[in-house]
């Protein structure tokens, strides 16, 4: 706990104890705050619910993982001084539609006071502050149009408010101010969660889910209460007006103890949904029933604490729209995923533990088509460790790229160089020996896919890595390749062919860093000691790397 706490000073956070058992998170210049329990269930409890409910665990220790089987995917390509809140991933878009992304976040230096900056970049790399929105500060939260006036706006958030800009016209920055929101919060224990603007009950207009505690004639004697609010935009005074409210966890807590929200249609009905999760284990989801009424649908409890992080998606491509939970513990991350089994009912149907982070850590969780093939990713990035999973089928997930990384605050991903690749962004902050901070984000551009490099001779299919044949196998199966000719017509090159588990960690080397000469070549891939699995077979040399999946079946 003492390290994890070291590592935040350095971040510019502070910690102190509540009790015994809590204790607080602050960061100073962004006005997040949040409270951890260190009331931390046995980890034999969580395994015996993971078998309990036939939910299969994914464990990975990042200290294992063959980081070379990812080398060259993506490189650094640029720094900006920009960052976001801690967990808080950059706002990127090409909001004014001059083909030039910007980036909307926070702007400090060593000497500076916090501000709200959007910078562009070029897609050499090169970026320009196009405007500061003094003297509002704030971290970006999304882009979101609330009048339906097809002009984009920015929101930003800072402690408890929330403000508002708005375009001029199409091809402007979002700099008009439009209005604030203020949520009330009583600040006690937590003034920060993540609030979400969409279109809840189909009736042409935003809400606004969060959380506070609006002082008003209902409301005056709860003022050191947090409910969780639904307000809709209203025209007539420009601005969100409250419709419906509930108190999801009861005291001591009450919300003060949930991390946030994500929105979805979980179980295909056609009716949005809300989902929220918070300190000591609980899941709600919250169901919209007609216009701005909404009802409890499903509640759940599992074996976590600080359960804040929450996300959705249909990651495994079943038609089916997951929501991924994630709680920090001393042990790491966990992230629980659930799924639609009937109307309003959800079953957890895998479970990640990552060996990352720790109780204090915010992680940042992403569902997006990282790699353009048009299926979901899920990225989590958790101390600093960043992980990007894909699945393999129904309920099934693997690691597709690891990176690791310190200091971050968050990460996004955008095609920031226009070559039709996602390239990823993480946002940073950093203390020197003075206690000053500076925030700034690195940039790391994706490299082309296996075989394509932009100043390679070869086209794609000049080497080739075949489907091993048979598939799925039972003890021995056999791998294909062919090595085309050198530059300037000469013979073979060096090349390595390695075998890998799910989790990233080597469990056979057939080939290693061998001259082998042009042409086709069988390897035969024989095992006894692995269990049944996916397995992934890698040919790598000096300039690229192809990797297939293969099925073992005993």
Known sequence: MKEEQEELLHKGITTHYLNDTTIAIEQAWSGFKRAKTLSEPPEETIRAWATQNNVPVLEIDPTTIDTSIYTGRYTYWATVPISNTIGGPLLVGDI????????YGGYKDYTTD????VYEIDTNGNYTLLYNYVPRRGSSIQFVDTDNDSLNEVVFNY???CFNYEQTSPTSLPTRRNFNYGMWQYQGTSIWTRYKMVNLDNDSLIDFIYRGSEPDSVDSVNLFQNFTYVAEFSPSINNFQRVWKTQLLPPPWNESGLGGYDVGDYDSDGKMEFLASEINGSIWVVENNGDNNYHVSWVDTVPFINLFYQISGDVDNDGKREFFVGATMFNGNWTTVFEVDSDDHYSPKFL?????????????YLTNDVDNDGKLELVIFSGADLYVFKSDGDNSYYLWYYQRENAKEGVQFYDFNSDGRKDFIISKSQVDSLGRGRLYADI??????????DDDYRSPKEIELFQNYPNPFNLTTTIRFEIPLNKGGQRGMFVSLKIYNILGETVEILITNQNVESGEHRVNFTTSNLQSGIYIYRLTTNQFTISKKMLLLK
Not at 444 to 453: E, I, R
């Open 444 to 453: 790391y551009k994706a490299s082309p896919p296996a075989g394509v490099n």
């Open 159 to 161: 402690g408890d408010s």
């Open 114 to 117: 916090f501000m709200s900056h």
């Open 96 to 103: 004014n539609k001059n083909g030039k992304p910007e980036i």
């Open 352 to 364: 990640f533990h990552l060996l990352s982070g720790g109780s204090l850590d915010e992680p940042i």
